[in-house]
């Protein structure tokens, strides 16, 4: 391996020190103690000779045990002898990351008191055979790995949001977590309660078997980072955060006092709001630097660099006392970036416009703080990595000449730079090792060579100020393309660990250190000749003199921490799993056991008789899949896992499971399940254009629940070949391309229940030119353009006020206009007209506003005119309109024997036919579709909707019954009830609408009962729940139609419109099934989906989670749980009075019918 090195000494001014301080290190893991007198120097330059020690070094001395807190060796500020884990063979080597102690970049010896300060991570080894993960899924785990052969989940308590860090103290688990939901609710104000944002949870997991929430705080905006301090009778947590809420950005700091005592509580003690965009922080026991980066929304202060806030935070209670802030040039970028040593404050940031800075300053008094020295180096290169020790720094900059900077640093903060040495590549951090003789550079390497791109490196370097060539030695990981890796940008990510192996190094060097690396990224080098990507944990070894790269710890997703809970054993964790390695052999680690964290639960079914039945869990990979990087590579298969009767369906271990294809969709009838899988392969892996198309079904049967079996298997790709259209509708013209939605594509996978057997839908390609066509269009412009007679002009416009909020009077009016107007023609025609504009006046009193709305009356015949006109001037836009459709084409699946399923009969539906869609209703398949009509005197398009039932009692003679004509599109059929749902012309544009008829008895006319008009929504769905009351009725979910309002720039509500007023927000109606009669209605949501309704219970998919309301009373509609999850897809089960809402990766949650969850107001 070569580097491009070029040599830049600088004369030393000060004379040589001969020196050897003790240095406190505590890096996110564990605490260890280095004292540069213990051993001689391996350096063999280096005189032998010591002078004595102030502390007894004989070997064998009896010393006092030290303090341990949650299994963790503890250092008390200001103790003056140290001892250290030994890191002997079966004990527990000297992991610099174990159990994530804090950082030790900021040191402050004049504290005087006997607290620590600690950072926290995502996850602990909490005890012997114990470790807790926080996990982005899942929530917080307790993981069992006493046994590592077989880890296994003890417990879980569900969390949403995205993990940031956690504490333990005393039994209890102190969690972190951003993006946050809280969900509450009250009959009359459902959208307003719920918060999201940061979260601190203090959790009891003394049962490990059942973790309990306790107490929790929110934090407004997006937690950056912590810190927790202890000791002198009290616990205090120190969280910092980014605050966006109230319309600038500031720096937000809250402190709680976290009690463990008789009186277990998590109380806010202080908060200090500050200006700025917090980057990242850094601590003693007691001052808190805080380093917020200024900016153009800053517009009160002058100072575009960062200010670096000074907090004392001695008070054990937690309570803080805010000091001087003190302006650094530039930005700070991470907390290796700020230091405190003996009342000096050392800052490196990064300032584009001159390089990189160092500077220094005397914070004896955090009030006024002195400024002693600076240092401008790196010009125009960017800061990476930075490290603070006792009299000297190190950094690494990078863009073009790539150098590692050193300098010396006195007691009195005076700066002096010793080294730039020009290196390939760059550092993101250090680590000191040999009793900081050395230091352990984890970064990128971009000149290798005969590779494309960077490679993760760790390079090792010489402390020793006065070296001219500091650099020693570099490896790179064994990927042969790009790589990358959490490390790059969090230093708890990888594992530094010294006197862990002893293994041989080049040259006959012994190599003890032990370095754990995650990366990810794309490897050329594979036996298929086109690559493919992968993720793991590269491990080096390192002496004084050499790093050697060595074996690779596969993984199947991206590492986040690589660790050692117990000697000899690496724990790799990702978001997914959890690997555990024996690294005796540190070339060729061995997988010992494996835990997936957060397995793919997609489906919840039960089978079986009687009300002992079984649960079975469909459990895959299906979402992880790097197809395009490895083509034609098999992915992992699902599983059906029965379980036993009454079992935990999260957790609980199965009695049997059965393999399934990857990335089926199941279909349940019974205990036969039914398996479609749709996917692309190749012919030849390296043609990417030799693709096809496989689709295929399998059978499966689990009547015999502890004997499941595979049973036929059928191939059903050629039904798929070719084309199909799709269209959606717009209110101008109905399955028009100009003015609809349409999509021309593969058939999508779509089947449908029927006797003895299964129906496959595709559709068959249609279309029609409607001729040439020109249209024009009138909007809020063009109505004071041209129409400016119909406006009152005594009062101004709203959009042409440009007088600032702060200075206008407290009472004005002004008007703004909204809507839109379409007249179309036929080239050579008339024009017709449709739309409507709108004049809103809007009364300002005090910062409260109130709006009056109205039509504006234009004449019909004002338009046509005004249409013409712009047709003469060229302004209206002409086109060739055409009407895509699909005809319906069912091909039947003989399912009477399930070892031998065939393809049987097709049934086509006439071309003119416009698909519409397919429901199965009382064990009948209809099919609804459309045909264009027109109207007399009426230039507006119209369409005729039908509907047909499927005879399919022979599957190889199958066809449709004659038609029934339905006021829309069949939805629900109730014995002879149909309900349909309409689009209707309104005075602004169509309008949705939901029909009940009824059919006559000859089935072949429906006569219609009532209607339901829902003006200015848009209809999601219609679900037919069963009501405990024993009457049938629909519940309909349906939020504001965007083709009126989502132009309208004008429409809104302010602050004290209450719910039911707000048509932004999403709604759900219920009524009686035999009438149509509304029984109630209630807001869901700012935004919300509905998933099914069963029981009397209605799912919604909301912000961060899933809301389960009670609906039992239409009147007083209530929320009633919440549960916390990501997933795009969560499938309901109900089972007794058990729901079970099968959500992917973030598990299954179950609740009992009437069981209510939601929190109390925070």
């Not at 960062?306 to 302006?327: F, Q």
């Not at 370097?461 to 500091?470: K, N």
């Not at 008007?815 to 004049?839: A, D, N, V």
Request: charged content about 25%; proline content about 4%.
């Amino acid at each position: 391996m070569t580097f491009d090195h070029q040599l830049k000494p600088l004369s030393a001014k000060r004379s040589k020190l001969n020196w050897c301080k003790l240095g406190l290190y505590s890096l996110s893991a564990t605490i260890l103690s280095l004292a540069c007198n213990l051993s001689p120097s391996t350096h063999s330059d280096v005189n032998s000779k010591v002078d004595a020690s102030p502390v007894d070094d004989t070997p064998g001395q009896l010393v006092t045990k030290p303090n341990f807190n949650d299994g963790t060796q503890m250092i008390d500020e200001g103790q003056n002898d140290f001892i250290s884990a030994s890191g002997e063979q079966g004990e527990a080597a000297g992991d610099l990351e174990r159990d994530a102690a804090p950082e030790a970049a900021a040191e402050d010896s004049n504290s005087g008191d006997e607290r620590s300060v600690e950072e926290g991570d995502i996850y602990r080894v909490v005890s012997d055979g114990l470790m807790a993960n926080l996990n982005h899924y899942r929530g917080l785990q307790l993981i069992d790995i006493q046994n590592p052969s077989e880890p296994h989940l003890l417990s879980r308590l569900p969390l949403s949001g995205s993990p940031v860090e956690m504490y333990f103290v005393d039994g209890y688990a102190v969690v972190l977590m951003n993006d946050w939901w809280g969900y509450w609710g009250s009959r009359n104000d459902i959208a307003a309660e719920q918060f999201n944002g940061g979260l601190v949870a203090l959790i009891d997991i003394q049962d490990t078997s059942s973790p309990e929430l306790v107490s929790l705080k929110t934090i407004p905006g997006h937690i950056q980072t912590s810190r927790l301090t202890r000791g002198m009778g009290g616990d205090a947590l120190f969280v910092v955060a980014n605050d966006w809420s109230q319309g600038e950005t500031q720096t937000i700091l809250r402190s709680f006092n976290v009690n463990t005592g008789s009186e277990v509580s998590l109380n806010l003690v202080s908060e200090l709001d500050l200006g700025g965009y917090v980057s990242d922080i850094q601590a003693t026991p007691s001052t808190l630097l805080i380093a917020r980066q200024q900016g153009w929304w800053n517009g009160n202060d002058d100072w575009h660099g960062t200010y670096v806030t000074l907090v004392d935070i001695s008070d054990p209670s937690g309570r803080v006392s805010e000091g001087a802030s003190v302006p650094v040039e530039g930005y700070v970028r991470r907390k290796t970036d700020l230091h405190i040593k003996n009342g000096i404050l050392r800052v490196v940031s990064d300032d584009w416009s001159q390089g990189s800075v160092l500077a220094t300053w005397n914070i004896d008094d955090i009030q006024t703080p002195i400024s002693i020295d600076r240092a401008v180096f790196g010009e125009n290169e960017n800061l990476f990595a930075s490290l603070f020790m006792d009299d000297r720094a190190f950094f690494v900059t990078y863009r073009r000449v790539d150098p590692f900077h050193a300098f010396s640093i006195d007691s009195e903060g005076l700066i002096e730079e010793r080294t730039e040495y020009i290196i390939s590549g760059w550092n993101d951090f250090f680590r000191p090792t040999f009793n900081q003789s050395r230091l352990i550079g984890i970064g990128m390497d971009d000149q290798i060579p005969g590779q494309d791109g960077q490679s993760i490196a760790v390079s090792l370097y010489s402390t020793d100020l006065e070296e001219s060539e500091p650099f020693i030695a570099r490896a790179h990981g064994d990927l042969t393309g790009w790589s990358w890796s959490e490390a790059r940008w969090d230093d708890r990510a990888f594992s530094v660990i010294e006197h862990a192996v002893s293994v041989e190094g080049p040259n006959g060097l012994t190599e003890t250190g032990l370095v754990l690396l995650p990366f990810s990224g794309y490897d050329r080098n594979t036996e298929e000749g086109y690559g493919r990507w992968q993720s793991g944990v590269q491990i080096f070894t390192f002496s004084s003199e050499s790093v050697t790269a060595r074996g690779v710890m596969t993984h199947d997703s991206p590492v986040r921490r690589s660790f050692e809970p117990e000697s000899g054993l690496v724990g790799n964790l990702s978001e997914l799993s959890l690997s555990l390695y024996d690294r005796d052999n540190v070339d060729d680690p061995n997988l010992v056991g494996r835990l997936d964290l957060a397995p793919e639960i997609s489906r919840v079914f039960f089978i079986g008789e009687g009300p002992a039945r079984h649960p079975v869990r469909l459990k895959g990979s299906n979402d992880v899949f790097y197809g395009w990087y490895d083509r034609n590579s098999e992915m992992a298969p699902a599983h059906l896992e029965v379980l036993p009767v009454g079992a935990d369906v999260d957790l609980a271990e199965p009695l049997v499971s059965l393999e399934v294809p990857a990335q089926a969709a199941l279909v349940q009838e019974g205990d036969v399940f039914y398996a479609i899988t749709d996917a692309y392969l190749y012919e030849d892996r390296n043609d990417w254009e030799s693709h096809y198309r496989s689709v295929n079904l399998s059978i499966f049967d689990l009547s015999d629940p502890l004997a499941p079996q595979a049973r036929g298997t059928l191939d059903i790709s050629s039904v798929y070949d070719g084309y199909e259209s799709y269209r959606d509708y717009r209110y101008n013209c109905w399955g028009c391309l100009d003015m609809g939605y349409y999509w021309w594509g593969r058939p999508q996978v779509e089947l449908h229940k029927v006797d003895n057997g299964l129906a496959i839908k595709t559709l068959e390609a249609r279309r029609e030119s409607l001729g040439s066509f020109e249209s024009c269009s009138i909007y809020r412009r063009d109505l004071t353009n041209h129409f400016d007679h119909l406006i009152d002009n005594s009062m101004p416009l709203c959009s042409e006020i440009r007088t600032p909020y702060d200075e206008r009077p407290d009472q004005y009016s002004c008007q703004r206009f909204s809507g839109s107007i379409h007249c179309k023609r036929e080239l050579g025609g008339t024009f017709s007209c449709s739309g409507q504009m709108r004049s809103c006046v809007h009364e300002f009193n005090e910062g409260v506003s109130e709006r009056e709305c109205e039509g504006v009356e234009i004449d019909r015949q004002d338009l046509i005119t005004w249409a013409e006109q712009e047709s003469r001037r060229g302004e209206c836009s002409q086109y060739e309109e055409e009407r895509r459709w699909g005809s319906l084409r069912l091909t039947m699946i003989d399912l009477q024997d399930l070892d031998q399923p065939r393809l049987a009969d097709h049934a086509y539906a006439p071309a003119h036919e416009h698909f519409e869609g397919l429901i199965a209703q009382e064990n009948q398949l209809f099919y609804s579709y459309s045909v264009p009509v027109e109207v007399e005197g009426d230039r507006i398009s119209y369409v005729r909707h039908f509907t047909r039932s499927l005879h399919d009692q022979d599957l190889d003679q199958v066809r449709f019954n004659s038609a029934v004509n339905l006021p829309g599109k069949l939805l629900l059929k109730r014995e002879s009830l149909l309900i349909s749902k309409d689009l209707i012309w309104g005075a602004e544009g169509a309008v949705n609408a939901i029909n009940l008829t009824r059919l006559n008895d000859e089935g072949t006319r429906a006569q219609f009962i009532s209607r339901h008009l829902f003006e200015g929504r848009q209809l999601e769905k219609l679900v037919l729940n069963h009501s405990g009351s024993g009457e049938e009725r629909l519940v309909i979910a349906h939020g504001i139609d965007h083709r009126q309002f989502g132009y309208d720039f004008d429409f809104g509500v302010d602050e004290n419109t209450a719910p039911d007023d707000n048509p932004y927000l999403d709604r759900i109606s219920i009524f009686r099934l035999n009438d149509l009669e509304e029984l109630g209605s209630s807001v869901s949501d700012g935004w919300s989906q509905l998933l099914e309704v069963q029981a009397d219970k209605a799912v919604f998919r909301i912000s961060g989670g899933i809301l389960l309301l009670d609906i039992s009373e239409p009147t007083a509609i209530e929320s009633q749980a919440y549960l916390p999850m990501r997933s795009w897809s969560p499938k309901l089960t109900v089972e007794g009075n058990q729901i079970y809402i099968a959500a992917g990766r973030y598990g299954v949650f179950n609740l009992e019918l009437d069981q209510s969850n939601l929190l109390p107001p925070l």
